[in-house]
């Protein structure tokens, strides 16, 4: 591999890494580096390696809370319910429109959804209903107030981040918000419903990589992973340690500059 190569996938892994959690959308900024830069692809291989490495961030960070709501959750199927329990049902619950929507319509958003200018238009539009959601939610609920029509419209949210540009963390955080939670309780809640779904991406990509029989270059997944893995990890803890400080507003900002200076490229071309 040249020195290139090695430049790209350290910039990659980061760039997945630190924009997974924030509300930025990582899937708009891993499609950018190809459509204005022209970097070659890397490669389903890696894809599988940042998402594990995310995945893994996730875990270790709240690897408490999800060992006490695996544990809840499973004993109560025996009637033992807890709030953990009640948690953990609800995290299955607003976890199902995202795996049925990316059933049915993910490959119709592969094949239409990876414009610049689509990305430009999600990235404006979400952006701006962070910042509404943020000024105007009241704020004032916990996430042990969560109920079962707050957790499927949080759900619904998540499933429209299928849309390369919305955010998945973003999308989530904003309906809790409009819904009246905190923002640590949103964003909390956020990061938690991504385990199910960043593993079941995982799955579904390392399934169509074993399909395609295709060769992995195991040293340069591994140095994606492991990067992906520490700028992960190391951007939920800035990120919940700030996000009561600042706000949402730097986001929101970043992401109306970064969708009008898209519309301009789309434009230019």
């Given amino acids: 591999m040249t020195l290139s190569d090695w430049i790209h996938i350290v910039l990659l892994a980061l760039i997945q890494g630190i924009t997974e959690f924030l509300p930025i959308s990582s899937s708009a900024h891993l499609i950018l580096p190809s459509q ?12 599988v390696g940042v998402h594990v490495g995310t995945l893994v961030a996730v875990i270790a960070y709240f ?31 607003a976890t199902l429109p995202a795996v049925v929507v990316g059933g049915l319509f993910g490959s119709l958003v ?16 979400f952006g701006a209903l962070l910042g509404v959601a943020d000024r105007r939610g009241a704020r004032d609920k916990t996430l042990a107030r969560l109920d079962m029509r707050q957790a499927g419209i949080i759900g619904l949210a998540q499933a429209v981040a299928l849309i390369p540009g919305t955010s ?17 309780a949103a964003a909390r809640f956020s990061f938690l419903l991504s385990v199910p779904i960043i593993l079941a991406a995982g799955s579904l990509k390392t399934l169509e990589l074993v399909q395609a029989g295709a060769q992995a270059q ?10 992906a893995a520490l700028s992960a990890f190391a951007c939920i803890a800035l990120f919940l340690r700030w996000l ?16 009008l200076v898209l519309l301009g490229v789309w434009f230019a071309q």
């Fill in 63 to 93: 690897r408490q809370d999800l060992w006490r709501m695996t544990l809840s959750t499973l004993a109560s199927l025996g009637g033992n319910h807890s709030r953990d329990s009640k948690l953990g049902w609800l995290v299955v619950l």
């Fill in 110 to 125: 592969d094949e239409y959804g990876r414009s610049i200018l689509v990305i430009a238009a999600t990235t404006l539009i």
């Fill in 168 to 184: 998945r963390s973003g999308i989530t955080i904003t309906a809790a918000l409009m819904l009246g939670f905190e923002r640590q």
């Fill in 36 to 47: 204005l830069l022209g970097w070659p692809d890397q490669g389903l291989a890696f894809d």
């Fill in 218 to 227: 195991w040293l340069s997944l591994g140095v994606g992973a492991l990067l």
């Fill in 244 to 259: 009561d400080r600042i706000g949402m507003m730097p986001f929101v900002i970043y992401r109306l500059v970064l969708g």
